[in-house]
């Protein structure tokens, strides 16, 4: 069937949905109490950043008051009684909370232990081969340098629809005040269907390969806003090989 123009308007209508839907989960996480603890250790070091390579800039003293504000990989940023605000290694925060006597569920144990802070999921629109693009994606980050991704993309054209899945592994080693840069390898398989109106061709299935890079900038809380260059390898069989680019622009939010 032909692709009208009324049908990707209505695709891009739900796209705007989704992403309407992702800002006001964002808005909801930001409104939910944060948890309340006090230093059991001796003192507790805060630093600047997520990351033991970022500088100590204070020393909370036992029985002062701390608020948990999020997760990012193994640090907790938090917040002090005199309004100061750092970052805090999870062990620490757990030491700190096991002391009060604040038990976790196993549910719990596996959520801050493997996901909290981890999981970043997308939404985004571009260009395919010169053709409009939709995309879902979910990253899973095992370091701050380190990721795995999973997308899915959806392709409109007149002679037809394509529809990419793919796996890859996501390097970021450039960070600057929320500010990153990425680079991007992995592959998957693309499934092509044509029109209805070209006769005598059938949906078929090919491996593609890709590579790219891309740069992610923070709007509010974990709200980021990312633009993506890639470029995919399609194998299409018989030793021929095509390579289309991709440029795109969407939000990712983290949790």
Known sequence: MKTTGREIR?????????????????AAAGEEPYQKASVVE???????????????FYIAEHGEEILLLKRR?????IRLSNG?????????????LLAQGRKKR??????????AG??????????????P???????YFLTDVLSLEGNASFVSSNLGTTRLYQGGIVVTPWKWRGLS??????????YSAPSSLIVGVTQKTFQVAHAGVGISIPLVRDLSLQGDFRNHTVFMGTGEIKEFQEYSVGLSFRF
């Open 106 to 115: 196993l549910m719990d144990r596996i959520y801050d232990d493997y996901l």
């Open 181 to 190: 840069l990425s680079g991007t390898l992995g592959g998957g398989v693309v």
């Open 73 to 77: 990989t193994d640090w907790y940023r």
């Open 118 to 131: 981890r999981m970043e999921m997308g939404w985004g629109a571009g260009e395919f081969g010169g053709d």
């Open 42 to 56: 001796p003192f507790l070091e805060i630093h600047t950043g997520p990351g033991a390579g970022y500088p100590i």
């Open 84 to 96: 100061k605000e750092g970052w805090v290694h999870r062990s620490e925060i757990e030491k700190t």
């Open 10 to 26: 209505s695709r891009w209508l739900l796209y705007l949905l989704c992403l309407g839907h992702l800002v006001m989960a964002g």
């Open 133 to 139: 693009s939709l995309y879902v994606r979910m990253t």
